[in-house]
């Protein structure tokens, strides 16, 4: 019984050898640039010399770098930096993309409803340097655009980009700007999906606009609100690299430096391989843990499955 | 009034029945969005208008709606710049390489992916193989050695091999392929066709939309890709972006010449920046009517699937 079950999967493997084989170029390429540096995670505990490379054998130090990351005295700040301003990003942001896509779907005028989006979903294909580039000439004090303006009004120059007080705001708000158009298309396409003669209903009983809204447009619209925020849950450790590498500078390191920068300077530019990997390996367990989760709960109460 | 009915946009005309307030509202809301639109758009073009302004315009803070003094000369010297053409070649190299070389690992691995479990059992092993790379990651620094390690440092491969696949685009030909008929494949299959033709002749050929969706997404991601070039690469080998970031934030003297330090100094460094910036971004601004038909479709999948 055993031995035919096994000359059937035999049978079957070589049946499907086409199938296997077209799945190894990926395999081959997945297992080397994802898993191997998974593997690479060991480096945290190790004290790393790397003039002999990744794949020899290190001096083993146990939870060394771990404590030594943990007397750093900016690390706490890190953390608490890249929660906040993810945090906030998630909110406003998934606020700002429900409310564009409910104006888009109320306005009635179409041309204007393709140029406002056309408008809108534009910026999130240009890269953060450039963007960097941008937001540092309108944010200037000295000759931005944005503190002429706000001059107008007899506001004193403010520096965005360089005053801890207005730092994490400025990453939130020019992180909206790039994606809240973006990100209105689910939702936009959610409200198009609803059931035209709901409305209709709705009007012969007298709802006027905003009742239909608030009673048909938006209920309609809850289960993917409270998927895609699940699903965001695993993002609470991503600030956006891109971003705040891009605009930040030592003078704003209080409010704005994350945990992925702080990686980026304690390893790549300090050449501290062990501690920046402990960091890093102490960002991808929570993030595996949250991420995982929010699968979890999408896949029980949603039935999301992401294969 | 017909013609006005066939404009609803499908709530039906009981829908239309307008109160004062309600046309209030509409305008009140078409103004809004117009705003909305023209904030996302003002910052670029403010850049260009520095860009076409003289030197004298732009150090006068007078360019802030259209350009003032047209002037081409920061393009001029721009155009000029060795380095300048020398990292767009390597972004346009690389993106040479990573679209085929992408779409076709892409393809072939989401083919059997899209196969039902009980024809292709192995397919759970696979499908986990690749989700544990949604959950978890190895992070900068051991990818970073890895490369290193491998010595693809300096490289343009150091740039292709870790994209190339990608999972998002992967799930999104994935769950295409999987809505292609059985009934054209069973057809391709008595005709004698094996599993490589079935996905060349009868997959792709049919899946031309999701092929220009992910083939977009790809070419938009490796254009603006400036981190991996800026930890892999030597300063005379950065690609485009990463390149920029050196002129955006004045990293770049010690490469140039007395002579151009000289003409350098004329010019106005604002109206150089934007320039280089305007540069940049043309790519994008060229494949955006195509991108706009596209990303609809595949951010709605996208979104829903992962």
Redesign the interface.
């Known amino acids: 019984m055993k031995k035919s079950s096994k000359k059937n999967g035999l049978k079957?493997?070589k049946r499907?050898l086409?199938?296997?084989i077209?799945?190894l170029?990926?395999?081959a390429?997945?297992l080397?640039?994802?898993?191997?540096?998974?593997?690479?995670?060991v480096?945290a505990f190790q004290n790393f010399n790397?003039a002999k490379?990744?794949?020899s054998n290190q001096k083993w130090i146990g939870f060394g770098n771990f404590t030594y990351i943990f007397t750093l005295p900016s690390i706490w700040n890190v953390f608490r930096n890249t929660l906040i301003i993810a945090v906030l990003k998630i909110i406003f942001g998934t606020l700002a993309a429900i409310a564009?896509a409910l104006?888009?779907n109320?306005?009635?005028?179409?041309t204007?409803?393709k140029?406002?989006q056309?408008?809108?979903?534009?910026?999130h294909?240009?890269?953060w340097?450039?963007?960097?580039?941008?937001?540092?000439?309108?944010l200037s004090p000295t000759?931005g655009?944005v503190n002429?303006f706000l001059g107008l009004f007899g506001v004193k120059p403010i520096y965005f980009l360089g005053d801890n007080r207005y730092f994490r705001g400025t990453l939130v708000i020019t992180d909206i700007?790039k994606s809240f158009?973006?990100s209105s298309?689910?939702y936009l396409?959610t409200i198009t999906g609803i059931d035209?003669s709901l409305?209709?209903a709705a009007?012969?009983d007298g709802a006027?606009?905003w009742k239909?809204m608030w009673h048909i447009t938006l209920p309609g619209m809850s289960t993917?609100i409270i998927?895609?925020t699940i699903l965001s849950m695993g993002n609470v450790l991503n600030a956006g690299?891109?971003q705040v590498?891009?605009l930040y500078s030592a003078a704003v390191y209080d409010t704005g430096d994350i945990i992925?920068t702080m990686?980026?300077r304690l390893?790549?530019q300090g050449a501290k391989?062990g501690p920046?990997?402990a960091v890093?390996?102490l960002?991808?367990i929570i993030?595996?843990i949250l991420?995982?989760s929010a699968?979890l709960i999408a896949w029980k109460k949603f039935d999301?499955k992401?294969? | 009034m017909a013609r006005r009915k066939r404009?609803d946009?499908?709530?039906?005309s009981?829908?239309?029945?307008k109160?004062p307030a309600?046309k209030v509202?509409?305008v009140v809301?078409?103004i809004?969005?117009?705003i909305?639109?023209?904030?996302?758009?003002y910052?670029?073009w403010?850049?260009i208008c520095?860009s076409f302004s003289s030197n004298a315009a732009v150090n006068a803070?007078r360019v802030?709606f259209y350009p003032v003094e047209f002037s081409m000369e920061a393009f001029k010297y721009v155009l000029e710049r060795r380095p300048f053409w020398k990292s767009l070649g390597y972004t346009v190299l690389r993106v040479c390489l990573t679209l085929p070389i992408s779409m076709?690992?892409?393809c072939?691995?989401a083919?059997?992916?899209s196969?039902n479990n009980l024809?292709?059992?192995?397919r759970t092993f696979?499908?986990w193989?690749?989700?544990l790379?949604?959950?978890?990651?190895?992070?900068?620094?051991?990818?970073?050695?890895?490369v290193?390690?491998?010595g693809l440092k300096n490289t343009i491969w150091a740039l292709v091999?870790?994209t190339?696949?990608n999972?998002f685009n992967?799930?999104l030909l994935?769950s295409f392929f999987r809505n292609v008929p059985d009934g054209l494949e069973d057809a391709a299959r008595i005709d004698g066709a094996?599993?490589?033709r079935t996905?060349f002749q009868i997959f792709v050929p049919i899946s031309k939309p999701v092929l220009a969706t992910v083939a977009l997404f790809t070419l938009?991601n490796n254009?603006?890709?400036?981190?991996d070039g800026m930890?892999y690469m030597q300063s005379d080998k950065y690609p485009l972006?990463?390149y920029?970031?050196t002129i955006?934030f004045n990293f770049d003297f010690q490469s140039l010449t007395l002579e151009e330090r000289v003409r350098l100094a004329q010019m106005n460094q604002?109206s150089l920046?934007?320039a280089q910036?305007v540069i940049?971004?043309i790519p994008?601004l060229m494949v955006?009517p195509f991108?706009?038909k596209y990303?609809?479709s595949g951010?709605?999948l996208g979104?829903?699937?992962?």
Request: aromatic residues 18%; contains cysteine; charged residues 10%.
């Open positions: 079957q493997f499907n086409p199938l296997h077209m799945l170029p990926a395999v390429l997945v080397i640039f994802a898993y191997i540096p998974m593997y690479g995670l480096i790397a490379g990744i794949f564009t104006l888009l109320e306005c009635s005028v179409k204007v409803k140029s406002v056309t408008m809108v979903y534009f910026p294909f240009i890269s340097i450039i963007l960097a580039g941008v937001f540092t000439d309108i000759d655009v002429s700007w158009g973006y298309i689910v396409a035209p409305y209709e009007a012969i006027g606009r239909q993917i998927l895609l690299f891109d590498f891009n992925d990686v980026y390893g790549l391989f920046s990997t890093g390996l960002k991808s993030s595996l991420i995982s699968y999301y992401v294969f | 404009e946009d499908g709530f039906g009981s829908r239309q029945i109160s309600a509202f509409n809301n078409i809004f969005l117009l909305l639109g023209l904030i996302c758009l910052p670029f403010y850049e520095i803070k802030y076709v690992v892409m072939l691995a083919y059997p992916l196969k024809v292709f059992r192995a696979y499908v193989f690749f989700f790379t949604m959950l978890f990651n190895g992070g900068m620094i051991p990818t970073y050695l890895l290193t390690g491998l091999l870790p190339t696949v999972v992967m799930l994935l094996g599993h490589f996905l938009v254009w603006n890709a400036w981190f930890i972006q990463t920029l970031r955006i604002k920046k934007a910036m940049g971004a994008i955006y991108l706009q990303f609809v951010i709605t979104s829903v699937k992962g």
